[in-house]
């Protein structure tokens, strides 16, 4: 189970441009403590330093017990070394000497400002895993609309200090009527700038900035999939086979578990289909099936090992999800073929 409680999401994620596209799914005024962490506009810069990265992470050596001449002595392990923050007595993570570990008000602020220009608008920053993730969401000020659809153009930076992910930078799209991350274009392979955590590891803002593009470039890349999409009827004996397919089991089994598994994913997404204000209305297109499967990927699908928002925004970064609705569009076309 991960640690990201109800209070540490309402506290520790700082969500912008509520104004435009409401709160956040997690959003609890209860569990946010002595101040609110969503914002009408733009998220400030200087609250992401003094609420989320108000701390340094430091390298501490490690030590081995041992037991010499009846006496538990310790010794320190060559190459080896431990990430904590300054603030707290948590392992973040263990690395050998040639780790280098980023500051997260470089990697994720001013390198992210150094590559997009001055003045930019953040749309959401947060920490996870104790601070061991942190991530800062870059947005358009002015939501998109095409064919009903409204949705917000990003670049988000994330970094790590536990191994999990190397520096990372992206782009996306998170439709407004469901708080629900879609990749830059749902026809074209996902941009991504990353760099390793290794002491010869240099940024160049210009290198980044040329492989993700501009925010504008984004909104254009995304609104002519909606045009394709929303245009693109889906029968409903399509969408009954698109289901057979998403949601197939062993029928071989020797327990119903399977059969049982895939027939709650079908009624669920059956159910987004004909009932969910985030689905139904672009039932009947191919918008609408992707709609559901990627709802139903953020909302509904069992989460095991991890928070759903860390989940979604792992997802996010690491192209799983991207992937994910490519896979839906391959399935799409072929029972519509």
Do not use: K, Q, R, T
């Given at each position: 189970m991960s640690s990201e409680t109800m209070e540490w999401l309402n506290q520790f994620t700082l969500i912008g441009f509520t104004d435009k596209r409401g709160n956040a799914w997690h959003y609890r005024e209860a569990a946010q403590g002595g101040e609110p962490n969503?914002?009408?506009?733009?998220?400030?810069?200087?609250d992401i330093t003094r609420r989320l990265f108000n701390f340094q992470l430091v390298e501490r050596p490690l030590y081995v017990p041992m037991m010499v001449d009846g006496e538990i002595t310790y010794q320190v392990v060559e190459d080896r070394k431990a990430i904590m923050r300054n603030d707290?007595?948590?392992?973040?993570g263990i690395f050998k000497g040639g780790y280098q570990v980023n500051q997260y008000t470089q990697s994720l602020l001013n390198d992210v400002e150094e590559m997009l220009g001055e003045g930019i608008e953040i749309g959401s920053a947060g920490l996870l895993k104790k601070g061991a993730v942190a991530w800062v969401q870059i947005e358009a000020t002015d939501t998109l609309t095409v064919n009903g659809v409204e949705f917000r153009p990003f670049i988000m930076a994330a970094d790590s200090c536990d191994g999990s992910l190397a520096r990372t930078y992206n782009k996306g799209n998170t439709v407004v009527v469901c708080d629900n991350t879609m990749a830059a274009?749902?026809?074209s392979a996902l941009a991504t700038f990353k760099m390793k955590h290794t002491k010869n590891a240099k940024f160049n803002a210009v290198t980044a900035r040329d492989a993700l593009g501009i925010i504008e470039?984004?909104?254009?890349?995304f609104s002519a999939d909606i045009e394709m999409l929303t245009n693109w009827t889906v029968t409903d004996a399509e969408w009954a086979k698109f289901l057979d397919e998403v949601c197939k089991f062993d029928a071989e089994a020797k327990t119903t578990r399977s059969a049982t598994i895939a027939q709650n994913k079908r009624d669920d997404l059956n159910?987004?289909?004909e009932n969910d204000l985030r689905v139904k209305p672009w039932a009947g297109t191919a918008f609408g099936v992707v709609q559901a499967t990627n709802t139903y990927a953020h909302h509904i699908q069992t989460v095991r090992g991890a928070n759903r928002a860390e989940r979604n925004m792992l997802n996010s970064i690491t192209g799983a999800t991207e992937k994910a609705d490519a896979e839906t569009l391959r399935v799409l076309e072929l029972v519509t073929a």
């Open positions: 969503h914002y009408p506009g733009a998220v400030p810069v200087a707290a007595n948590d392992v973040l274009s749902l026809s470039e984004i909104g254009a890349e159910n987004l289909w």
